[in-house]
């Protein structure tokens, strides 16, 4: 079987505020590919697997310091198609040749039979899209960081798990553990990974029902995130999603307000569930407090522009 495994690597920094972030991206990304090329040591000689890394416009040197760790082991394209994860995802499917299509993020940590399970399971089961957990992440060394480690592991779980059904067919899609065969295109040539990302890495897509695509679950395929190292970057990731992606376009499109947004979708889901399943409300109020900071900031800067 031909694998392709594919990582969309994004690591901008147009006003050069965030060096040391520079340097964790490509120390984390170095992390996803040494356990990417253990778990695909685990395979028998049947089996052709090539990782590609798809650069997704950086503006940020990181290709020299991986070719040097890595040489030939990974193959780096050039994303020239619509920029953000959909876009990578599509140039990929297109472009290059592959039986199924293996998924990850560039700052996780693949299980050391994650590859033989993408694998099995694409043979195990009818559908065409396969996902997994995602939601642990890896121990940090200080007590702050265990602190957001746990809390973002339970929050993560709580979110995802309610797309999941009892047959564990799922509406959520998610580009951090992912499998995808390559018949997908040709039965639905409507599929569009830019529609299901619109500027975020998942959320369960209205694209999926309408051209009624199921997802499986397969609880075995895991995946995790790398540890929480730093409260403050991950509040700031928070903050900066709010502002910078598409976040709001989704909202926006979806809802009459930021005000109904926030009451519907947000409320409920990401406050008061998960403090009822106890997760920390400070860690809650903190993250998702800097995610709605960033959405109005956003919000007035493109209303004081028009």
Request: proline share 3%.
């Amino acid at each position: 079987m031909n694998v392709a495994v594919l990582t969309s690597v994004s690591i901008c920094d147009p006003k050069g505020l965030f060096k040391k972030s520079h340097v964790e991206s490509i120390n984390k990304l170095s992390k996803c590919i040494e356990s990417i090329m253990q778990s695909k040591s685990s395979l028998d000689q049947y089996h052709n697997v090539a990782i590609y890394l798809i650069d997704d416009y950086s503006n940020l040197p990181w290709r020299e310091a991986i070719i040097k760790t890595f040489g030939d082991s990974v193959i780096v394209l050039d994303n020239n198609r619509i920029k953000g994860q959909g876009g990578c995802l599509n140039f990929a499917m297109t472009n290059i040749e592959a039986d199924i299509f293996c998924i990850t993020d560039s700052d996780c940590i693949v299980s050391a039979n994650w590859l033989s399970k993408c694998i099995e399971n694409s043979v195990k089961f009818k559908e065409l899209i396969l996902t997994g957990p995602n939601w642990n992440h890896l121990q940090g060394r200080t007590a702050i960081s265990k602190y957001a480690t746990r809390n973002e592991s339970k929050l993560m779980k709580l979110i995802f798990s309610e797309f999941i059904s009892e047959s564990n067919i799922t509406s959520r899609i998610d580009c951090r553990n992912l499998v995808v065969k390559s018949n997908l295109k040709t039965e639905h040539s409507a599929f569009n990974f830019v529609e299901i990302y619109p500027g975020v890495s998942s959320h369960s897509s209205r694209m999926l029902e309408r051209l009624k695509i199921p997802v499986r679950f397969v609880p075995d395929q895991i995946v995790e995130h790398q540890s929480i190292d730093s409260i403050h970057n991950h509040i700031k990731k928070y903050y900066q999603r709010g502002k910078f992606s598409l976040f709001r376009e989704f909202y926006t499109n979806n809802f009459t307000s930021l005000h109904q947004a926030f009451i519907q979708k947000y409320l409920y889901r990401h406050f008061v569930w998960p403090i009822q399943n106890r997760v920390s409300p400070i860690f809650i109020f903190l993250v998702h407090g800097a995610f709605w900071m960033g959405i109005v900031l956003s919000k007035r800067t493109r209303t004081s522009r028009a």
